[in-house]
């Protein structure tokens, strides 16, 4: 009951950041030249004045930017994105078929870093100032300082050009038709080089904070009790140390849920992956605002939904956390 009050009051207060994040973003994409009807037009390959001033009359773009914001708050309030004049289709339905590529991407690169991080960060930490923790820290300070479209790039040019181990980019195979288990394994294969790439440089954050955290946790007074009760030390590390060692690590989780997403705009461009960092990046190009205020609004949704779990996460691994705090 302590964590559903809890999970509750971190809900009702995403709700105002939502708001103002939407807010914003409309905002700021008004003062960016050109709209959807100039982009529809240079589409077109161009059009007259009437023409022109009838798509900004049917689409809502003649009138005023307090108008426009409140007729889509209210369109949000009945969950209706809008329709994309650009892609001719519901927001939602654009949006809904670009989603599974950006929540697998993610998916598979956070727990690539998350499991590979605590790993390395752990054996970093068991051999302090010795050659593992100089070697896995300099690895890391290497994939940090890296930036992502050059591994993206690299790891094309080395695992699919000239090994020729892996695809070099796209979801699945387009030109095979296969179902069950080897269109998961078609699109596993397909993800292998995007995940690696936008996890390498989490990875290298996340053995960062591990190693940090498990000295800290294994200089405690009751590590030190339990060592002078002669239990093993295997036993310390992974039914004492670990769960307070992990408490950082689930709070970066959260805090990196939106920076995720916006470094799979750089992957899914450099691997030609359609998810939602693609679809952001063809939205700002040829201005069109509901999809991209759509794609704004399901992000924001996502990261609070990670956060959310977050908590609850947190709260489970450290019992002093409580509703009334």
């Given amino acids: 009951m302590r964590i559903l009050s809890l999970a509750g009051r971190r809900l009702a207060a995403s709700i105002p950041t939502l708001l103002l994040i939407l807010i914003g973003v409309f905002l700021l994409l008004q003062l960016a030249p050109g709209d959807t009807v100039d982009a529809m037009m240079a589409q077109m390959g161009g ?36 329709f994309s004049a650009i ?26 870093a998350f499991f590979f991080g605590l790993v390395f960060g752990v054996i970093a930490a068991r051999g302090v100032n010795r050659w593992p923790d100089t070697l896995i820290s300099t690895v890391g300070l290497i994939f940090y300082a890296t930036p992502s479209f050059w591994f993206g790039l690299m790891a094309i040019v080395v695992f699919s050009i000239y090994l020729q181990w892996l695809p070099a980019g796209g979801f699945e195979d387009i030109g095979a038709v296969s179902t069950g288990l080897w269109r998961v394994l078609d699109v596993a294969s397909h993800l292998v080089l995007p995940s690696l790439t936008l996890g390498l440089i989490f990875l290298a954050i996340y053995l960062r904070i591990m190693r940090a955290s498990m000295l800290e946790v294994l200089n405690l007074d009751f590590v030190r009790t339990a060592r002078a009760k002669g239990l093993d030390e295997t036993r310390i590390i992974t039914r004492h140390v670990l769960r307070n060692a992990l408490l950082p690590m689930v709070t970066l989780i959260g805090l990196q849920a939106g920076t995720m997403l916006g470094g799979s705009v750089v992957v899914e461009t450099v691997f030609s992956l359609p998810g939602l960092g693609r679809l952001a990046y ?10 991209l205020l759509g794609i704004v609004f399901v992000s924001a949704l996502l990261v609070i939904l990670v956060n959310f779990i977050t908590d609850l996460l947190y709260a489970r691994l450290d019992p002093r956390i409580s509703a009334e705090s």
Wanted: net charge positive; charged share 20%.
């Fill in 87 to 112: 892609y001719g289709k519901p927001v939602a339905t654009v949006i809904l078929e670009r989603l599974p590529p950006t929540l697998l991407l993610m998916t598979s690169a956070l727990s690539f």
């Fill in 47 to 82: 059009g007259d004045a009437a023409t022109a001033r009838e798509l900004r009359r049917f689409y809502g773009l003649d009138l005023s930017v307090p108008m426009q914001l409140t007729n889509y708050l209210w369109r949000l309030v009945r969950l209706d994105l809008g």
């Fill in 282 to 291: 063809e939205s700002v190009v040829q201005r069109d605002l509901n999809t």
